[in-house]
């Protein structure tokens, strides 16, 4: 599970540009301007090419995954099944 959480971070840090993601995994990614709905989409999309990890955008709402350690809790969960 460990690598998947590697990975995700990696992704995390490429799309928001940002290696703060990384030490601050409870702030606010969207009230911080560090992700937007379209960087959000573009993280789905990416999670499932990089782990097979489906979530639709219709299924979580953004106070569920505003956050890195939120995102990490949502793939995690999803894997187990």
């Given amino acids: 599970m ?13 799309i928001c540009e940002d290696d703060i993601i990384r030490e601050e995994r409870d702030m606010d990614l969207f009230e911080e301007d560090i992700l937007d709905s379209l960087g959000f989409a573009e993280l789905l999309t990416r999670i499932e090419e990089e782990t097979g990890v489906i979530i639709s955008p219709s299924e979580v709402v953004r106070d569920d995954i505003n956050t890195v350690n939120k995102i990490l809790e949502l793939v995690k969960s999803k894997k187990q099944g």
Wanted: aromatic share 0%; charged share 55%; hydrophobic share 45%.
């Fill in 2 to 14: 460990l690598k998947m959480e590697e990975k995700i971070l990696d992704l995390l840090e490429e």
